[in-house]
């Protein structure tokens, strides 16, 4: 059963860095396109950066200079490097992402990973 798996969340201070991780269960499968969310305690999921089919990555405006997303299809991993770190960054983030079988994107399906925490301490 395919899923994906994130990891990389922790304790920080705030100016500090982390980068999340975010990998296919198996080799077989690329990324067509994938976003990251958060979701903060008694909020909404919000989308944080995004990557479309063609590979142009859109961010919040709250991340944008800080956060940068991208996709290692060699290791079939998206990764969210988060840096300068703020309080206000802390939430769940999880990795949403469509998926392609041996290359053939006809047959992507969407799946989301487990959620990783990110807490930023002042």
């Known amino acids: 059963q395919v899923h994906l798996v994130e990891s990389g969340g922790g304790l920080v201070q705030a100016g500090g860095s982390l980068r999340l991780s975010c990998a296919a269960s198996?080799?077989?499968?690329?990324?067509?396109?994938m976003g990251w969310y958060r979701q903060a305690p008694g909020k909404e999921r919000d989308l944080v950066a995004g990557i479309n089919s063609a590979h142009t990555t859109t961010y919040a405006d709250s991340v944008k200079g800080r956060f940068t997303a991208s996709i290692d299809n060699d290791n079939n991993t998206a990764y969210l490097q988060m840096n300068s770190l703020k309080p206000e960054d802390t939430a769940v983030y999880y990795c949403t992402a469509e998926l392609c079988p041996y290359g053939n994107c006809l047959e992507a399906r969407n799946y989301w990973g487990q959620g990783t925490q990110v807490t930023v301490s002042s």
């Open positions: 198996k080799s077989i499968f690329t990324f067509a396109a």
